[in-house]
């Protein structure tokens, strides 16, 4: 397998190396330095059934390809599948199971895969899922059921920014014979590789950091065990939610400052995490880099970085919530996430708005809850923008 080769041949280079050249050679006609964007549908063949690598861009396509290898090196895997958004790589997952298994996930998992979850394969493939606090003593093996084959973990979570621990989840399903999902989207490979902690499968919206510009929607997957490679490439061929070329060519180019816009998203949030924490009109904040994290331990166990995702619990009411984000000038309001601009938003009224008020309420997603998505701009500028928006909700 191609992504294979390139890996092995690469893996003695570092992180930023990688993310620049992995699975991309020069192009052998002319030498162009970048991975071309290959929009042919089909590929000529020198005999009927011999082919030279590609028959059909479905099936594989040489600028998806690079990306899914370059995406496989960064993860420490082996074999990489690009999909036409996160969503549509978290539905070819649950493709490896049967009918009637069951799943185990976090409990806070991102709104979209629990709607996948809970309204789409419980209805298609008689799923069912427990939804649990894998931090709660117990817990997860009191949830494991003889039809149990398959556990989701999301570390951190969206948007309360929960850790769990990958090792620790990892031996259980190891013990057990269960498959390890790890949606890695929030952290990235550049802070922190679940298949080295232990898990069997990578998942990323590669709409977020992986692209980081706001202009791809993506998603891959990532493992290093031949047998499920070889049932995800036969499930990505039959249910065709492939990457783009376009998109591929794009992602890959985003890619190539990972590591630059990881560091610095990092730094930034790590900054207005502390100036957050000490603001008088702040109740609480949630950031895996503050000593005050509930989990700082485990997250400095199994991450070199914290991220750029902070959340926050305003002081006050719902409308002072929103008249603080009406407030932003830098910031924009904005769903999603891990792009280079800074977003901020408002999960109840926006992207968990689908989420029961009572489920809400277990999950602490309350009235005053804010989610920010902290850029690369200024720090200073940054500062500045939350400054005058909690100077404008004075009472
Ligand atoms: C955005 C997101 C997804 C879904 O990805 P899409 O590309 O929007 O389909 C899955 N998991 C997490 C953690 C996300 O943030």
Not at 32 to 50: D, H, N, R
Not at 216 to 243: C, S, Y
Not at 352 to 366: F, K, N, Y
Request: net charge negative; glycine share 8%; with cysteine.
């Amino acid at each position: 397998m191609e992504a294979e080769q390139k890996t092995q041949t690469a893996k003695p280079y570092g992180f930023t190396t990688l993310q620049i050249h992995a699975g991309q050679e020069p192009e052998p006609r002319t030498g162009a330095v970048t991975v071309p964007i290959s929009l042919a549908t089909t590929f000529a063949q020198p005999e009927p059934g011999k082919h030279r690598g590609y028959e059909y861009s479905r099936t594989g396509n040489p600028t998806r390809q690079a990306f899914e290898a370059c995406m496989a090196a960064l993860e420490n895997g082996k074999y990489g599948f690009a999909f036409a958004s996160g969503s549509a790589a978290t539905g070819s997952i649950l493709n490896l199971i049967d009918a009637g298994s069951h799943v185990i996930s976090v409990d806070d998992v991102y709104g979209g895969t629990q709607r996948y979850f809970r309204r789409v394969v419980s209805r298609t493939a008689g799923l069912t899922f427990s939804f649990i606090d894998f931090n709660q003593e117990g817990a997860f093996e009191a949830a494991i059921t003889d039809k149990t084959r398959l556990v989701w973990l999301e570390t951190p979570t969206n948007p309360t920014l929960k850790v769990s621990d990958i090792r620790k989840v990892a031996a259980v399903c190891k013990a057990r014979g269960l498959l390890l999902v790890v949606d890695n989207t929030f952290m990235t490979p550049y802070f922190q590789r679940p298949l080295d902690l232990g898990a069997d499968i990578v998942v990323h919206s590669i709409t977020k950091y992986i692209n980081g510009h706001s202009d791809v929607v993506g998603g891959v997957v990532v493992t290093n065990d031949e047998k499920i490679a070889k049932d995800l490439a036969f499930i990505q061929n039959g249910l065709g939610a492939v990457l783009s070329p376009f998109d591929a060519y794009m992602a890959m180019r985003g890619l190539k400052t990972l590591s630059l816009r990881m560091k610095q998203h990092a730094a930034n949030a790590q900054t207005v995490a502390e100036y957050l924490e000490k603001h008088p009109l702040v109740e609480r904040v949630a950031y895996p880099g503050l000593k005050s994290h509930p989990q700082y331990e485990i997250a400095k166990s199994q991450t070199s970085g914290s991220g750029g995702m902070i959340t926050f619990w305003l002081k006050g009411t719902y409308e002072d919530a929103c008249k603080w984000l009406s407030n932003l000038k830098l910031f924009l309001c904005a769903e999603s996430l891990g792009a280079v601009e800074c977003l901020a938003e408002h999960p109840a009224s926006m992207t968990h708005a689908s989420v029961p008020p009572e489920q809400r309420a277990i999950l602490g997603i309350s009235d005053t809850l804010i989610r920010l998505s902290v850029g690369i701009e200024d720090i200073e500028d940054i500062i500045g923008d939350l400054d005058q928006a909690f100077a404008a909700i004075k009472h």
